[in-house]
């Protein structure tokens, strides 16, 4: 049984409302888009909209698909922030206690969803995914070479992107001198930019290997990495003024509304358009984080930071649950979008709530005991008195020690 060498815990608060935000994100486009292949357009919005508007909306919520991505921002950040706090107190990173961590995070689940995938197989007349490539953490080459298969499996790309970088990440942070990290993780964006372009040159179905191919968005977890270690080492500020932070908030704003994230159409469009999401988002989810005047500060517990301590469940049934309930609305012939929302927010709540503290607490205790640096919140619902004391100040002083001076310190473009 492993013990951590520090009763202080490292809890940036805020990130489970943004891991929330994130999940939720997905569980409205996949509301929306599967309504629409079964029953169409929501009548609502049919109704109401021109055809024009009627793109637009749509356009919108297939950004919404950006919230994996801003899942894959997160990984990156924390875990690299965590791995670089485990060196300077130890002088080296327990690679093995690592793996052993996030088995216990996201195992669990993640095969639960494979085991899952042959009763909706048989149930609903769907196709075998590759169990064989979906159990080594290679399912997004199955969705690559063979298309979409189960809805239990189809999403779980984002996961095997997230395995693949947990395979180096430690061993980058663990082994090479710490001040080549960033120009290692820049190296690997701009590997993947280089392989979205061979791609679109060479590649006839483009749109799915760009979209679930690890070496086209691993980047992102890459470009978290490099935000961790920036932060980490007051590189990079948020004390910017509110005039400044609106000129960025707005130009992320509009992209959002008007481009569409994940169209491809040119080398210009396919290597570089994410980043012109992924840096304003970046900059933003900082202020959130870490600037003691941000625009909508959360600094006490609230409903969100529970959900998004679930988040995880959240985006792994939230498929299942929704693709459940639209064939059950289709058998009864229910076409009622706004009832199809109540019910899948309440199904997806019970089934996430169930799973939380069934099947992912119990393996959260063991991920603790693997822990050389405590992180998050502690899993019991009390704590004592000295755990109290020691916790807070710890995130007072992520909240505070971020407005140091910009100086010749500026961000990676």
């Known amino acids: 049984m492993a013990e951590t060498i520090d009763t202080q815990r490292i809890y940036f608060r805020n990130l489970d409302i943004l891991r929330f935000i994130a999940a939720y994100m ?15 357009d929501p009548g609502f919005l049919a109704s109401s909209l021109s055809p024009s508007q009627m793109d637009r909306f749509e356009l919108i919520m297939h950004n919404f698909s950006f919230g994996v991505d801003v899942f894959f921002i997160i990984s990156g950040f924390l875990l690299t922030y965590l791995l670089l706090n485990e060196r300077e107190k130890n002088g ?83 082994l090479i001198p710490l001040r080549k990290l960033p120009q290692i993780l820049l190296m690997i964006i701009l590997a993947c930019i280089v392989f979205r372009g ?4 060479s590649t006839a179905d483009y749109g799915m290997s760009y979209y679930v191919h690890t070496l086209s968005r691993i980047d992102i977890l890459a470009l978290g990495a490099l935000f961790g270690y920036l932060f980490y080492y007051r590189k990079i500020t948020f004390n910017h003024s509110l005039p400044i932070r609106f000129v960025i908030y707005s130009t992320f704003i509009l992209l959002f509304l008007n481009v569409n994230y994940v169209d491809s159409g040119n080398f210009l469009i396919d290597t570089m358009k994410k980043y012109l999401y992924v840096l304003p988002c970046a900059y933003w989810m900082g202020n959130f984080l870490f600037n003691p005047t941000a625009v909508f500060p959360m ?10 301590k679930a988040s995880y469940g959240i985006y792994m049934f939230n498929p299942v649950v929704i693709f459940l309930l639209i064939q059950l609305f289709a058998k009864y012939n229910w076409q009622n979008y706004f009832m199809f929302l ?3 927010h309440v199904s997806l709540a019970a089934v996430t709530y169930l799973s939380y503290k069934y099947l992912e607490l119990p393996f959260l205790a063991l991920k603790e005991k693997y822990a050389v640096i405590k992180s998050g919140d502690p899993l019991k619902n009390k704590l004592t008195e000295k755990e109290t004391e020691i916790e807070q100040p710890i995130v007072l002083v992520q909240q505070e020690t971020i407005t140091v001076n910009t100086g010749n310190n500026t961000p990676i473009p």
Not at 93 to 111: C, G, T
Not at 143 to 161: F, M, Q, Y
Not at 299 to 308: D, R, V
């Open 198 to 201: 061979y791609f679109l040159a």
């Open 342 to 344: 109540a019910v899948v």
């Open 299 to 308: 600094h006490k517990p609230n409903i969100l930071l529970q959900f998004g």
């Open 92 to 174: 080296k990173v327990d690679v093995m206690k690592f793996y052993i961590r996030r088995a216990f995070r996201i195992w669990p689940l993640y095969f639960f969803m494979i085991l899952l995938a042959p009763l909706l197989v048989y149930f609903f007349n769907e196709q075998s995914p590759s169990y064989a490539l979906h159990f080594t953490f290679l399912g997004n080459f199955d969705l690559i070479a063979n298309g979409p298969k189960s809805v239990a499996t189809n999403h779980l790309w984002s996961i095997c992107i997230e395995e693949h970088f947990y395979l180096f990440c430690p061993l980058l942070i663990g």
């Open 26 to 40: 997905i569980v409205l486009l996949h509301c929306f888009f599967g309504w629409q292949v079964k029953f169409g």
